[in-house]
Structure formats: C-alpha cells, structure tokens
Nanobody, 124 residues
Framework: QVQLVESGGGLVQAGGSLRLSCAAS????????MGWYRRAPGKERELVAR???????NYADSVKGRFTISRDNAKNTLYLQMNSLRPEDTAVYYC??????????????????WGQGTQVTVSS
C-alpha cells in the first residue's frame, strides 16, 4: 500500500504563493501518475493538476500559467507550486496517486491512494 501525506497549506493574501508537498511512503514503486485535486466549500472535488510517470502534465484551465506540478522520484515527493493565488483557489487540496495493478512481477493491487488533505485559504 501507498500512504500520502500533504503539507504546505496555509493562509495567504491574494497574489501570493504557496508550495504544497505530498510525501509518499510504503510501496512507492507501485505509483504511476500522481495528481492534485481540490474541494472548495459547497463544490465537488476537481482535478487541479496531474503528472504521469513520464512527467507529462495537464492542468485545469483555471490554474494554467499560475500553478506548476512536479515530482521528485528520488524523494518520493510530489509538489504543487501555486503562484498568483486568488480567493477562488481557497479549498482543501488533496494528493492522489494512481497505482499499477502489476509492476513487473510485483503485485500492487491497482487501487488509488489519497492523502488527508491540506487547507489553502486565500484572502482578498
């Protein structure tokens, strides 16, 4: 199994920056793509950014040009650099990992993993 722990959330003024981190532990060889999602009050959870094992990325239109997703495989850590933050970015941010069913001869299970979330609040 894979465990994910987010950090780096907090309160920031509009226009400011934050960097979120997601530390993965456990069966990390089973991780394929990883992503950041968020859930704002009264809204459904939405994809913010995603990065594949080959470092291809995609972003929600609302964050393109402001947020950057990256991963350090040596440290088993996923990052989200958030610049030019807006009040509408206020949400709980969750880290997600897609899990292979098999990685070579190693059985991984194929079930995704989620972190507990970190609160980001942007004041106007």
């Amino acid at each position: 199994q894979v465990q994910l722990v987010e950090s780096g959330g907090g309160l920031v003024q509009a226009g400011g920056s934050l960097r979120l981190s997601c530390a993965a532990s456990g069966d990390t060889i089973c991780i394929s793509a990883m992503g950041w999602y968020r859930r704002a009050p009264g809204k459904e959870r939405e994809l913010v950014a995603r990065i594949t094992s080959g470092d291809s990325t995609n972003y929600a239109d609302s964050v393109k040009g402001r947020f950057t997703i990256s991963r350090d495989n040596a440290k088993n850590t996923l990052y989200l650099q958030m610049n030019s933050l807006r009040p509408e970015d206020t949400a709980v941010y969750y880290c997600n990992a897609d899990i292979f069913t098999w990685r070579g001869s190693h059985y991984c299970g194929g079930f995704g993993s989620w972190g507990q979330g970190t609160q980001v609040t942007v004041s106007s």
